[in-house]
């Protein structure tokens, strides 16, 4: 374990020096409760990429899930609102989402008979939101924070909703659509 904290401290050195790094936490989305992930920002803070691992608790409800996710956002030009904060006014992104434990699947069980049900596993997400920054100048490290907004649905969802909309017409958007917002430090 102490030489996985070594490879783990290294690795976010060498992260940091070649495109600095980011610490990010979610609430609600597409990827639990609550998450916590790890990023990089690219071109001048204009495209992000990023994993996270969330979890949703016992205590929230009757399932215990976690969730792993591998994602990028690309950003819209900053627009300055005072001295040290900025805009992003919009931002668009894609992740994959990964399920773990038994309950989900990316090839399907040998007790079920082919296509009998479709993968659940995997799931790509789609987001849209905006961003506040502002420009840190008290606390070392940390460079810049942000606070993150965003709408998203998955593949899946997204899919059902197409289908329901020309056939049986009774899914809605609003009942595909998740809100979540974060808090992101860059180092």
Known sequence: MNNFKIIFFITLLYCQSVFGIHLKMQ?????????????GSFFN?????????GQINNSLTDINEQIICGGININSPKLNLYNSI?????FIGFSMNYHLGDDYFVSLP???????YKQTALNVAYTLGFKVQWKNNF????????FYFQVGTLNSYFKNYLRSKFEEGFIKLQDII????GFTLYF
């Open 178 to 181: 998740n809100l979540s917002f």
């Open 139 to 146: 606390m070392k490290p940390v460079e810049n924070a942000e």
């Open 27 to 39: 609430y609600a989305g597409n990827i639990g409760v609550v998450s916590v992930g790890i990023g």
């Open 45 to 53: 803070e204009k495209l992000n990429i990023y994993s996270m691992f």
């Open 110 to 116: 040998d007790k079920y008979p082919d296509s009998y």
């Open 86 to 90: 900025n805009l992003v006014p919009i």
